[in-house]
């Protein structure tokens, strides 16, 4: 018989959301895998539980994998835990979920809390469709092609986001995406330091949360979920249509960055929403 692998949901701030059935998992199976496991261990003496610890990351020695998957074979449990939240969730995990089901091996979650679900049911946005796009690249440049991608995305979006990042990003959330256009108001949410002493959620335009934000740097601190209401629904008139098929022809026979900018001096359509334009059209074909 072959054990179990839980996967374990941790608080996000309040160690008060600790649910009963993960701390009884977690007091009763032989191991338990953790992302960092100084960190957790902080969490488990205030639980009181001395359950063995194993150090394991998606980007690890195969043998922190091959340590877990083993004792699994001799039929013991064993917890998947994060530094906070659901892991798998922008948090380690994934490798070890597929091989344990891959070899046959239960996997069952304890379910709890998670920074983007709790941020969105307290942001007022809509949550009926959403897209989840974790941490966006490093990187402006990166950053910035990863956010012409969703120019069209009509779910709300959610991001995760570090403190030492959260004005760049804001930055190019802002002229990317143009969600501070008049004509097309989007709004933005930005929740910080979930429950915890001094969480805060802030709305308005990129150009108002950065001028927040800078007013006061302490408003910089702490872990973001950073939410931006989907963009408004387009319906196409014959000058879309008109754009749409100079379009189409264009990406057929040239490279993809080559199709936009010769679309945009044809057309005089912004470049940014002309490249999402093409990337769908590159999906279809």
């Known amino acids: 018989m072959t054990g179990t692998l839980y996967v374990v949901a941790t608080p996000i701030g309040n ?18 895998a953790a992302e960092d496991t100084r960190h957790s261990g902080r969490l488990l003496k205030h639980l009181n539980i001395d359950t063995p ?8 020695d195969q043998r922190q994998s091959a340590r877990i998957l083993g004792a699994l074979a001799k039929g013991e449990d064993v917890a ?14 994934y490798k070890l979920v ?12 304890i379910p709890g809390p998670c920074a983007a679900i709790a941020a969105l049911s307290a942001a007022g946005l809509p949550s ?3 897209a989840f796009e974790g941490f966006l690249p490093a990187k402006s440049g990166e950053r910035r092609k990863r ?6 995305e009509q779910r709300t979006l959610i991001f995760y986001e570090a403190p030492h990042r959260i004005l760049d990003t804001l930055t190019d959330i802002g002229e990317v995406l143009n969600v501070q256009n008049n004509e097309a108001q989007r709004n933005i949410v930005l929740a910080r330091e979930l429950s915890k002493t001094f969480e805060t959620f802030l709305s ?48 057929a026979d040239l490279p993809l960055k080559q199709a936009v900018a010769l679309a945009a001096k044809i057309t005089g359509v912004n470049k940014n929403s002309l490249y999402q334009r093409g990337l769908e059209l590159k999906a279809r074909s």
């Not at 160690?15 to 338990?32: F, H, K, S």
């Not at 597929?98 to 979650?109: F, L």
């Not at 800078?214 to 008109?242: C, S, W, Y």
């Open 147 to 152: 956010l012409e991608t969703l120019l069209v």
């Open 128 to 130: 009926d469709r959403f």
């Open 80 to 93: 998947l835990i994060s530094d906070a939240g659901t892991p798998l969730i922008s948090d380690p995990g």
């Open 15 to 32: 160690l008060g959301d600790m649910v009963p059935r993960a701390v009884e998992i977690l007091q009763t199976v032989a191991l338990i």
């Open 53 to 60: 610890m194993t150090p394991y990351h998606d980007r690890g």
């Open 204 to 251: 308005g335009s990129a150009a108002e949360l950065l001028e927040i934000l800078h007013a006061d740097p302490n408003q910089q601190r702490g872990e973001f979920v950073l939410m931006i209401e989907g963009a408004p629904k387009q319906t196409q008139n014959a000058e879309d249509a008109d754009v749409e098929k100079v379009l189409t022809t264009l990406v």
């Open 98 to 109: 597929r091989d344990a089901r891959q070899c046959g091996y239960t996997v069952s979650p």
